[in-house]
């Protein structure tokens, strides 16, 4: 597999989990935050985090994505591209 094309599978991959775990985030916590009006500050019993840490908690985990799915496709390619080159050069043992 071309270097291309697995960072391309790490970045779907990325892209992926930071829409699905952003958004869902956001509207639990969004859904979560006790009504206030607009320009008076929140009530001093506020538990829940701010619904923008759902984006930032996204994007860490995507980040984590991408380099976890691009070692793996990574390593992976480079075990089926040894295989298949001792497989040609006859290495690999009786058939």
């Known amino acids: ?4 094309r697995i960072a391309w599978f790490a970045c779907l991959a990325a892209l992926t989990v930071f829409l699905a775990y952003s958004i869902t985030g956001y509207l639990y916590l969004r859904s979560h935050q006790p009504p206030h009006a607009p320009g008076e500050s929140w009530p001093m019993d506020v538990t829940s985090a701010p619904p923008y840490v759902a984006w930032l908690v996204g994007a860490y985990l ?8 691009f070692v793996a496709l990574f390593v992976a390619s480079a ?3 040894k295989t298949l080159v001792r497989r ?4 690999h043992g009786p058939q």
């Open 1 to 4: 597999m071309k270097l291309s």
């Open 62 to 69: 995507a980040a984590l994505t991408f380099v976890g799915a």
């Open 79 to 81: 075990i089926r591209r």
């Open 88 to 91: 040609a050069r006859g290495l």
